[in-house]
């Protein structure tokens, strides 16, 4: 070194740096796609410090290997363990693990906008909301992949559900109930409110968006914070998809009463009408329920003869008339065999008829003007969660 010169200062450890905001991304066996994914999160345009935390839960394929390969090029990139193997646990391993004031939850398989989580902080930064996240948009592969897209485009495949989305540029900012897709939020208020619950593996997002809007909280979706992910492309994929849906929801509704919708009940209304036009007891009702059932073909039949008027989406057309039914009876069947499992959610259909009683305070915690949860309720909201993974050290 010449004389009189100084040695640079060190670089700040990776303990030793401000993190803006932590990217949570649960991934199991993802080595096809991997790469892909990791770039478009490297890619996000946001002014800030950003760490990408990978919970892998075994991977049996080369995803580990190509995780630890792109760490070693980019500090931003960590890779955890997550021995449970499960979404909500691989969730909570790398909330544990966070450093930054803000967390996102990023899906290993779904694409987000370049400002998905520029605009999620902003959002929150002006207040009025706990949890903001962006329409899931359907980005197919093939054809029964794009059927399903046009599926979720039409209100028989969409339902009262207000995530799906048909504007990916444009529109306003509206409310959700439970249908959410992922989110950015403050990371105190997630640890605050326990976490993810890891009886969830699937809907554990609705889950705990029922704990904030029991409490008080005010759910946000901002069209331009879009996730594009890819839909099932066979039929046996998308049956087991919608009947796992389907069978979770049944006992989100048995814990969270309120977040059952009406919209919730017609998959399952139709599974029984099914089984009813052989199995019920009286000729009268078997009619009622072969009536209720072709009246619901009669629905299908129009809406892929709608789609496939058009020349260049007929073969789509043809297939709807078979992912409708399948993406209905498989949630309508999981959602009776959830709750031959997890009990009859008694409650949240009495609520739906009127018959549950005084509606409880709808803003419970809520700081008067702002939309935030006060410490008090988020400690409320954090009761009865299972989250093992959220409070033990990583080896």
Known sequence: MPAGSQAPPPSPSRAEQRVDISVLIPVLNEERHIRETVAAMQAQRFDGNV???????????????ILRELSRQDPRIRVLDNP???TASGLNVCLREARGEYVARMDAHTYYADRYLAAGVE???AGGTEWV????????????????ALALASFLGRGGS??????????EERELDTGVFGGVWRRETLLAAG???ERWPINQDSEMASRFLRRG????CLPEMVGNYVPRDTFSGLVRQYFRYGYYRARTARRHPESLRRSHLIAPALSVALLGTLLAPTRPLRRLCRAGVGSYLAAVAATAASVARKPDQREEGLLLLGVLPVMHLGWGFGTLAGAAKFGPPFAALARLLGRGGAEPDPHP??????GALSAAALRDAADGVHAPSLHEQQA
């Open 133 to 148: 996240s962006g329409p899931a948009v359907p980005r197919p592969t093939g054809p029964i992949s794009r059927a399903v």
């Open 84 to 86: 449970r193997k499960r």
């Open 195 to 197: 976490g993810w619950d």
């Open 217 to 220: 909280a005010r759910l946000v």
């Open 51 to 65: 760490e990408l935390l990978f919970a892998d839960g075994g991977s049996e394929d080369a995803t580990r290997e």
């Open 365 to 370: 915690g809520l700081d008067p003007g702002a």
């Open 123 to 125: 959002r929150l930064r």
């Open 162 to 171: 207000r995530k799906w989305s048909e504007d990916e540029g444009g529109g």
